[in-house]
C-alpha cells in the first residue's frame, strides 16, 4: 500500500476551488484512501500551519 504524508499545501489544496491538477489530485486523495488503495498520513506540524494560515 503506497502512503502518502500531507503536508499544509495538500490540505490546502483540498479546499481549494482552482481546478488545477493538484487541487484535483488532493481532491482524489480522500476517496482513494476509503477504498483502502493508500494510507494517508498527516504531519503534525501541518495541523498547526493549517491552524495559522486560517488564523
Known sequence: MIRYA???SVVLHSFSQTGD???DRALRL???HRDQSIELVVLDQAVYELIHVLK
Open 6 to 8: 500531507l503536508d499544509t
Open 21 to 23: 491538477e493538484d487541487t
Open 30 to 32: 480522500p476517496q482513494e
